[in-house]
């Protein structure tokens, strides 16, 4: 069986994560997310938008995988998981799975902004958050910044071909912790449905997927995925 898991903010949330809606404090909370989540906004302060994702990225360290990940990278030894994630933290990858595709990019990786070439060398220690870090440089003279996606750019291409070859090919497509909102993502379970492939929706909140999922379970992630296959005959029945 091949399945498909589609995974949104809502289950690294429940590992701590704050989601990206969320109020953020101390240095961070008046500022605009579109300050630090575009191009627009990495040209204009380049050195402020490097601080805030150095910070997340070692942040993140700190945060450790939950029942929910922790379930879905346990389900390989059952069948043939493929992770399509909307989150740019590395919890699937740490909690064992091993095929997952990072649709909006990831905080554990880093490329120049001039030449694309991806960034190899040390990061500097960041204990507390600071306002502004100065980007290190690339050897072509460009900025390093962080390979995730912001407001505007292209979704990763290989990314998303692998994401749309493993909803194609499941047998069953889970979505969790997602809002079902941010397109072309939120496209995919709907893609599922048209062509007759079961969609479970796990989600403590009604999204814009409930009505049609084939089962939409209002259930946190850490609570209903261990089970998840184990109850699969009586969900689809």
Known sequence: MQVAVLSGAGISAESGVPTFRDAETGLWAKVDPYEISSSDGWRAHPERVWAWYLWRHYMMGAVQPNNGHRAVAAWQDYADVHVVTQNVDNLHERAGSKKVYHLHGSLFEFRCDRCQVG?????????????????????????????????????????????????????????????????????????????????????PERTPLSDSATVSLREPAAAALPTLLQRLPALLD
């Open 119 to 203: 960034y190899e060398g040390e990061l500097p220690e960041m204990p507390e958050p600071v306002e502004t870090v100065d980007p290190p440089r690339c050897v072509c003279g460009g900025m390093i910044r962080p390979s995730v996606v912001w407001f505007g750019e292209a979704l990763p291409e290989d990314a998303w071909q692998r994401s749309v070859e493993a909803v194609t090919g499941a047998d069953l497509v889970v979505v969790v912790g997602t809002s079902s909102i941010v397109y072309p993502a939120a496209g995919l379970p709907e893609f599922a449905l048209a062509n007759g492939i079961p969609v479970i929706e796990v989600n």
